[in-house]
């Protein structure tokens, strides 16, 4: 039988490029139809057809509450009655401002803006404004948002799709782009040692969640704030997917290691567009119109979006929120793990607070090299019995999986219980 989600994704891509507005929603990684969603609600998604999915994705991080969550949906609703933008200052963005200012360690001063790239885009800048440097350190797998700068062996979509380093960048803005192996510190002192004096700033993922989940080493982000201290680089936590996801202070609340720049997003929008770049006072004074770093956007800050981002994280930093997160999540992993070894399927499983990750490996990696040496075929084939099955999960073996405060006994219990009928058949 024809399936809408076919229908409309043959029309789809009559107008707009892989029928997708973003690529990694295209399935290339995985094969098939992508599903297009008709309604949302707590943990659960309907696609066109009608069929319920356990949502393990949510919209890629932002649903920490789950789906449509009424008081969120009604702040939206309160402020849109008041006007949808006004490109001009609203007091909103100020209990905004003071909000991830109290909640962030060392986040001085903040700037909104509307997406995970801007905010990313922005550091960059910062950065090298406010060094006078022009090279900036990345590592491969980890995914920034798409500014030409962190295009060159990215994790996410461009991995996915089996272009790291993306056409249209000149070699002249590539080339100011050190790539290295995340979690490789040895790597990382020579390349200080050799060009540290050149080196504008470091970004990285603290928890790599664009090479699915690859937690950085306690000892690798030590070295790094080390080394940018001693040379005077920026160090950046992109925290765009593990702000207000693995705990009330992000990763950075984790390993107890401060960056001079956070890049938000995502959760702190609440689904709708949201991003955020603050930290130290003497960085951020550079930017505009403070300073000569100019960076702006007519919809940043945005009341209605701020609203949505208000009510998810007065909700997020209510105590315990994150203890009862992570011991879903845990429990998750802890049920797909033991369901695939029982059956001596290579498998395992990785999590912190509402973020996980799977592997059909034996042990969750800890590089790059680990992840691109996983099975990925057998992750396809377990991505399409699990849709099957009525769960959804992120559909690239090189992407987080996530789950909401919405997510209870019912979806992990139905989640284990597919898990068992997936492997049993395997
Ligand atoms: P956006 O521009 O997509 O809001 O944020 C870019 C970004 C920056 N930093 C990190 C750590 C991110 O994970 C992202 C975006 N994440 C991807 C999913 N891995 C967004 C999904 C997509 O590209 O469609």
Redesign the pocket.
Known sequence: MSSRNDTLFARAQQTIPGGV?????AFRAVGGTPRFFARGEGPYVWDADGKRYIDYVGS??PLVLGHADPDVVGAVCEAARHGLSFGAPTEAEIEMAELLVKAVPGMDLVRLV???????MTALRLARGFTGRPKIVKFEG?????ADS?LVKA???ALTLGNPSSAGVPPEIAGHTVVLAFNDTAELADTFAAIGGDIAGVIV?PI???MNFVPATPEFLATLRELCTKHGAVLIF?????GFRVGPQGAQGLYGIRPDLV?L??VIGGGM?V?AVGGRRDIMERIAPLGPVYQAGTLSGNPVAVAAGLATLKKVLAPGFFDALGAKTKRLCDALTAAARERGIPFSAASAGGMFGFFFRETPPASFAEVMAADKAAFNRFFHAALAAGLYF?PSA???GFVSAAHGDAELDATAEAAQGIFAAW
């Open positions: 507005n973003s690529p990694v929603r890629w991080g509307s997406s995970g790239t801007e905010a990313t980890c995914y920034h948002g798409h962190l994790g996410s979509g993922e790599a969640g664009n992109d925290e765009v997917m593990t890049t997003g995502k567009p991003g992120a090189f992407e987080a």
